[in-house]
C-alpha cells in the first residue's frame, strides 16, 4: 500500500509554514551532530528546516529529498549548490551510498505505507546509522479530520471523493517502535507530544498543508468552496489539534 507522492504549491507552503519550522527546530536541538556527518533530509519541502540542518554541518554533506518537483525546485532556490537534490518518493528510496543520518520532519504520515519506508530508509543507512524524524501521530488533528470527514460526504464533494481510501497514516508510537525493528532498526524509540496550532492564515494554511490530496481530487471550481466548509464545519477560532509523533532509531548491523 502506497499512495505515492504528490505536488504542492511550494510557494505557499514556504509562506505558510512557520509551525513546521518550530517543530524541525526543536527536532534539531535535540539532534546530537558532529558535523562532518553525511544527512538525507527525507521529505525536505521547501528547504527551510534543511537549512538550519546544513548550518550544524559545516564540514558534512546534505541530500535534500521530495517526491514534489515544486519543492525541490524551492528548496533549491534556498539552499543553492552546496547541496544534492533528488525527486524520490521515499517509499522507493535507492541511494548509491548509504549515509549517516536519515532527517526527517512532518513528511512520514504522508507515506501510507511505513513497512516499506523503513525497510527502504534502513537500506539507505550505514550500519549504526541513525534515523531521527518527526511527523504526525496517533490523534493528530482528529478533530480537523471530523470536519473533513463531515463536509466530504455532502453529495455534491462526495461523488469526486468517495473512492478516496485514507490520506494519512497518523501511528503510534508502539506500532512504529515495532515497524522499525521489524524493518532492520534497533534502539527504536518513539513518543507522541501535542502541539496545537492557531493558523495565522486558516484557509490557506488548510488548502495548502491539511487538504492538499483532497483538493487534487475536486473540480477547480469546487476546490475553494470545500476549504471554506471545512472551516464553517470548524470551530472558530481554528486550533488544529497537532500531535507529533517523535522518532529514533539506530540501523542495525545487515544480518544481525
Ligand atoms: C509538510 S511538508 C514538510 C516539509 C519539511 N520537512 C518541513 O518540515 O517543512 C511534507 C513534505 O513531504 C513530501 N512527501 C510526502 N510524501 C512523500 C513521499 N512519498 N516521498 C517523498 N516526499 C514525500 C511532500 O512533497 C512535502 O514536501
Given at each position: ?140 488533528v482528529?478533530e480537523h ?50 502541539k496545537p496550532v492557531q493558523p495565522?492564515?486558516p ?31 470548524s470551530e472558530k477560532p481554528l486550533v488544529l489539534d497537532y ?14
Open positions: 500500500m502506497n499512495s505515492g507522492p504528490r505536488e504542492w504549491d511550494a510557494k505557499t507552503y514556504d509562506a505558510v509554514s512557520d509551525p513546521q519550522l518550530s517543530w524541525g527546530m526543536e527536532v534539531l536541538s535535540r539532534l546530537e551532530l558532529n558535523g562532518d556527518e553525511s544527512v538525507i533530509d527525507a521529505g525536505c519541502g521547501s528547504g527551510r528546516v534543511t537549512e538550519e540542518l546544513i548550518k550544524r554541518l559545516p564540514d558534512g554533506h546534505v541530500t535534500a529529498i521530495d517526491g514534489s518537483e515544486a519543492m525541490i525546485d524551492e528548496a533549491r532556490k534556498r539552499l543553492g549548490d552546496g547541496v544534492s537534490y533528488e525527486v524520490a518518493d521515499l517509499a522507493e528510496l535507492e541511494v548509491e551510498k548509504p549515509v549517516d543520518l536519515i532527517f526527517s520532519t512532518a513528511t512520514f504520515h504522508w507515506i501510507l505505507d511505513h513497512d516499506r519506508l523503513f525497510t527502504h530508509l534502513r537500506a539507505a543507512l550505514r550500519p549504526g546509522g541513525r534515523l531521527v524524524a518527526q511527523c504526525g501521530g496517533e490523534g493528530n482528529a479530520a471530523r470536519a473533513i470527514a463531515t463536509v466530504a460526504a455532502r453529495p455534491e464533494f462526495a461523488a469526486h471523493l468517495s473512492g478516496m481510501t485514507g490520506i494519512w497514516n497518523f501511528a503510534s508510537p508502539e506500532e512504529t517502535e515495532a515497524r522499525l525493528r521489524n524493518a532492520g532498526f534497533t534502539e527504536a524509540r518513539c513518543w507522541l507530544e501535542p495565522e492564515h484557509l490557506e494554511f488548510t488548502s495548502t498543508v491539511t487538504l492538499g490530496p483532497l483538493l487534487a481530487q475536486l473540480p477547480e471550481q469546487q476546490r475553494r468552496p470545500f476549504a471554506e466548509a471545512v472551516l464553517e464545519e500531535v507529533r509523533l517523535n522518532i529514533e532509531a539506530r540501523a542495525a548491523a545487515l544480518g544481525s
